[in-house]
């Protein structure tokens, strides 16, 4: 805890200290703050707690479409600014929590000159007062999430202020890797599920999202690893992505993951170890997942509805000729390259439809750009 330059409080959480040195009684240490908070003393991480998280993301005034500004030009005079009032998007989460999209702009003058910048900041309102990881991980990284879907960009989040209370506001600083090259000027039509598209349901749309992120986190995260870490390699994507579709397979409830029933197994496997009980204690760790089905065996009903669906189209005979396809698919990635390539999805709509994101009932389908003439 101290002041920093400016002679604001500042409390540093470092994850170690580094070198220290010490001239004419002054000693000098170099830590390494993995997260600060500015603008007050706090004593721990654990126990610093908030009423108020307060965010501002790079897309979010993109992907609203709105803005607060009426230009106009009065005969004989020049343009006109008018900054017109616009209400509050409120929606309340689980657990009690308000969430609240608030536009704002902010006025710069150099010299004669004047600049006026509009954005929109996101809210999480509590009753009481919550852990910084809550606000964070739980609240604000989700709906950064949420965005990115939405918008098929990495978001980013540029800021986080926090509030105890109304009086005191205190800034939340830690690393924030790639922000920096962050995209801000994707223009609204570009963006593949704007507010504007889900605005009579947006609560209904945004309560849903939470609750998906608390049914399936796990495959969340590891989706979400390969969009906001654009340096993986091809395999390490891969991995996740097949990694996730496994979690969300074994957690979904519109899945049977197992090959037997459970009471059934459980006394098949009391046989089986009783009647070798020297080698009780390897049996039951081998036989421990014995029941789950593997990730091709739980993928095999999407297979036949997807093969039945193929047929009905008329674009397959039989179900032979699926295989068949496959096997021609395959050997042209082959040929002349060495390595498969991972086929892109094909259509970016029946790829939703079909995944964890199903449940929000939100249409990815979009017109096929027709392109513009271009004069040369």
């Known amino acids: 805890m101290g002041r920093d330059e400016h002679n604001h409080d500042?409390?540093?959480?470092?994850?170690?200290?580094?070198?220290?040195s010490a001239s004419f009684g002054l000693k000098s240490i170099k830590c390494r703050p993995l997260r600060a908070i500015l603008g007050d003393e706090f004593n721990s991480w654990v126990t610093t707690k908030f009423k108020t998280g307060v965010a501002r993301y790079t897309l979010l005034h993109n992907w609203m479409g709105s803005t607060l500004f009426d230009i106009t030009q009065p005969p004989g005079l020049t343009d006109r600014i008018e900054v017109r009032a616009r209400d509050k998007l409120q929606v309340q989460l689980p657990s009690a929590v308000e969430f609240v999209i608030l536009p704002t702009y902010s006025r710069a003058t150099d010299g004669g000159k004047v600049t006026l910048n509009e954005d929109h900041l996101v809210e999480f309102r509590f009753d009481?007062?919550?852990?910084?990881?809550?606000?964070?991980?739980?609240?604000?990284?989700?709906?950064?999430?949420?965005?990115?879907?939405?918008?098929?960009?990495?978001?980013?989040?540029?800021?986080?202020?926090?509030?105890?209370?109304?009086?005191?506001?205190c800034e939340l600083l830690h690393e924030n890797r790639g922000v920096e090259e962050a995209e801000r000027d994707l223009i609204h039509q570009h963006i593949l599920v704007s507010y504007h598209d889900i605005k009579e349901r947006f609560s209904e749309v945004l309560q849903k999202w939470y609750e998906l992120e608390a049914q399936v986190e796990d495959a969340l995260d590891l989706y979400f690893a390969t969009i906001f870490n654009p340096n993986l390699y091809?395999?390490?994507?891969?991995?996740?992505?097949?990694?996730?579709?496994?979690?969300?397979?074994?957690?979904?409830?519109?899945?049977?993951?197992?090959?037997?029933?459970?009471i059934e197994f459980r006394e098949r496997k009391r046989r089986i170890v009783e009647a070798v009980p020297e080698e009780a204690e390897w049996l039951n760790e081998k036989l421990a997942h014995a029941n789950e089905k593997t990730l091709a065996q739980r993928l095999k009903p999407e297979q036949e509805q997807v093969i039945g669906r193929a047929i009905e189209a008329g674009l397959i005979e039989t179900a032979e000729q699926a295989v068949e396809v496959g096997v021609e698919t395959i050997r042209q990635r082959l040929k002349g390259r060495g390595k498969m390539a991972v086929a892109p999805a094909g259509n970016l709509a029946a790829l939703f439809a079909n995944s964890p994101f199903a449940g929000l009932n939100i249409d990815f389908e979009r017109d096929e750009d027709p392109g513009r003439a271009v004069e040369l």
């Open 10 to 20: 500042v409390s540093l959480y470092c994850g170690g200290v580094g070198a220290s």
């Open 128 to 169: 009481e007062t919550v852990a910084i990881d809550t606000i964070s991980d739980k609240y604000i990284q989700k709906f950064r999430r949420f965005l990115s879907l939405m918008t098929q960009r990495p978001v980013f989040i540029e800021e986080i202020k926090l509030r105890s209370n109304e009086w005191k506001t």
């Open 234 to 262: 091809s395999h390490q994507v891969i991995l996740s992505l097949a990694q996730a579709l496994e979690v969300y397979h074994r957690s979904s409830p519109s899945f049977e993951g197992c090959l037997q029933p459970k």
